[in-house]
């Protein structure tokens, strides 16, 4: 395993930032990453693990050792009459564990069919889409404390999964590499249509009971008509988190606009969609240099080519000054921010 000097990251995030690596290496196996933690770490004084660099936002150069996740794989590690448990190494392109459950006919992960990223990426934010979130059907995982080398097992209670939430991403932010994760998928999928958009696209292809294959099929044809493909265009997906308010703003809110679409939740808060905030806040299509908001999904700011780090930061900070403005709703950025 041989640590690179300056590299550039473009072509290892979706945004298409030319970010420069100071130190970059490549960790194909656990004893990889253990080596690295005993004997590289001390040189570094800070470390970014990336698997598909799809969810972060380059803001400078790194000034540190930078580690793709290539440890890959799939394994089946248990089955009974109704469940099996698959455990997937950290550096699997997400999709292609979707991909593999599919053609098994595991359900329980059709719904999250190209979602961009890696197997490792997934409980950091406890990865969703269209009804389905990875804790739904999420067991364990294994990590490897980045300071003393240590491997330590999380289950779904420690990981304290939410919405675009774990302990990953607040408590325990940046002290672990994560490892593996395992899953337990149906034997007998039970396809969840309860998204209209899914519903709809089954409709027009005359699929009244979808097997998984042909629902994984509909979310990746809508999935491609709604957004934009990294490959052509840089972005990092929805760059905030749909913002959960009190029910007395909601009700606020609703007066002034009673078009806002609003999700009530159990706890009396009430999600709302941030898409439409932004949108009505005019920035829906907007470009701004070489950067802007994308014209059918006004929640993904893109990177028109020659775009920087702090040139799209800046766009997102305008875009949350301007929706807190008009709505009192600070937005979070759902994308990780990385100087
Ligand atoms: C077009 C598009 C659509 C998207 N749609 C969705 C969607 O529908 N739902 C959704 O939830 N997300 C979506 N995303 C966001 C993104 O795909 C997910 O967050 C994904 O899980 C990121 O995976 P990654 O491997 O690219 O992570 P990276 O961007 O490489 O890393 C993200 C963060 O995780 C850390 N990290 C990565 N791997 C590890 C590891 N093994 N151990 C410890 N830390 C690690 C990184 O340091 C970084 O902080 C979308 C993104 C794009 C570009």
Redesign the pocket.
């Given at each position: 395993m041989s640590v690179l000097e300056y590299l550039s990251l473009k072509p290892?995030?979706?945004?298409g930032i030319d970010a420069c690596a100071r130190y970059f290496c490549r960790v194909q196996t656990k004893e990889d990453m253990l080596h690295l933690i005993a004997d590289e770490f001390q040189y570094h004084h800070k470390q970014?693990?990336?698997?598909?660099?799809?969810?972060?936002l380059l803001c400078d150069d790194y000034d540190g050792l930078v580690i793709k996740?290539e440890?890959t794989g799939i394994e089946k590690i248990k089955e009974d009459e109704v469940f099996v448990w698959l455990k997937s190494y950290?550096?699997t392109v997400?999709h292609d564990l979707v991909m593999y459950a599919v053609q098994h006919n595991y359900g329980g992960i059709e719904n999250?069919a190209?979602?961009?990223?890696?197997?490792?990426?997934?409980p950091?934010?406890?990865?969703?889409?269209?009804g389905v979130?990875?804790k739904d059907v999420f067991v364990e995982l294994e990590?490897i404390d980045l300071q003393t080398g240590e491997q330590h097992i999380f289950d779904k209670a420690a990981c304290d999964f939410g919405y675009?939430h774990s302990v990953?991403?607040t408590t325990h932010?940046?002290q672990?590499?994560?490892?593996s994760v395992t899953l337990r998928l149906s034997k007998h999928p039970q396809p969840n249509v309860a998204y209209g958009d899914i519903r709809k696209t089954l409709a027009e292809w005359h699929i009244s009971s979808p097997s998984i294959k042909e629902l994984a099929d509909a979310v990746m044809h809508i999935?491609r008509s709604k957004?934009?493909?990294?490959a052509v265009l840089g972005?990092?997906?929805?760059f905030f988190k749909n913002p959960e308010v009190s029910d007395a703003l909601a009700a606020d809110l609703l007066a002034q606009y009673p078009d806002m679409p609003h999700y009530p939740l159990p706890d009396n808060r009430v999600k709302i969609p941030a898409g439409w905030l932004i949108e009505k806040c005019g920035w829906k299509g907007k470009r701004v240099g070489h950067t802007g908001n994308h014209a059918q999904q006004a929640l993904?700011i893109v990177n028109y080519g020659d775009a920087s780090g702090p040139e799209i930061w800046q766009h997102a900070q305008e875009v949350q000054a301007s929706v807190q403005k008009k709505f009192g709703i600070l937005l979070d950025a759902?994308?990780?921010i990385?100087r």
């Open positions: 290892y995030n979706t945004f970014l693990i990336i698997g598909g660099g799809s969810n972060i996740n440890i950290s550096g997400w999250m190209l979602i961009p990223g890696t197997v490792g990426a997934a950091m934010q406890n990865i969703g889409a269209y979130e990875l990590a675009r990953f991403k932010k940046g672990y590499f994560i490892y999935r957004l934009p493909d990294p972005n990092a997906g929805s993904v759902e994308v990780n990385v």
